[in-house]
């Protein structure tokens, strides 16, 4: 892949969390995390679901970010207690222009943040899916490939 291009280097996941949460009025918590990528593009990532969630759910109070450390993988789980997406449109929204029902009289946006996305973390080695949330909400989880500490 061209991520050996530069600004790869290791990044702490709950930092660039909290700081792209905070941003939006969110809040984020967690471990402390270091994945290997380009702070730039993670934090494109970070923002545009970040921004989602607070343009669907309408309070960014209720918008939640979690970092947490799973075995050899970095998760982020952003959580909003919005709508929510339907089952059948939980793949279709990372499609390229592809709006969720409702999505049209929502101000912002023309489809596009979500695959930017996707297309993102999967160039850094990683997954980014859309799950139900209990209670209600949005639940969008980020999975990332450990960076292993190294020295000097």
């Known amino acids: 892949t061209d991520l050996a291009a530069d600004g790869i280097d290791e990044q ?3 930092a660039l969390t909290a700081e792209e949460a905070a941003r939006v009025g969110g809040s984020a918590h967690g471990s402390l995390v270091h994945v290997r990528g380009d702070a730039r593009l993670l934090r494109r990532v970070l923002r545009n679901i970040l921004e989602n969630a607070v343009r669907y759910s309408g309070d960014a109070g209720n918008v939640e970010a979690v970092v947490a450390l ?4 970095a998760h982020v789980d952003i959580l909003d207690r919005g709508p929510g997406v339907p089952a059948g449109e939980r793949e279709r929204i990372f499609e390229p222009f592809y709006r969720a029902r409702g999505a049209a009289e929502m101000q912002g946006g023309v489809g596009l943040g979500l695959s930017l996305a996707r297309q993102i973390v999967n160039e850094h080695g990683g997954t980014l899916e859309c799950l139900e949330r209990d209670g209600g909400g949005g639940h969008f989880r980020l999975i990332l490939p450990l960076q292993s500490r190294r020295s000097g």
């Open 12 to 14: 702490e996941l709950l």
């Open 70 to 73: 799973e075995g050899d993988q």
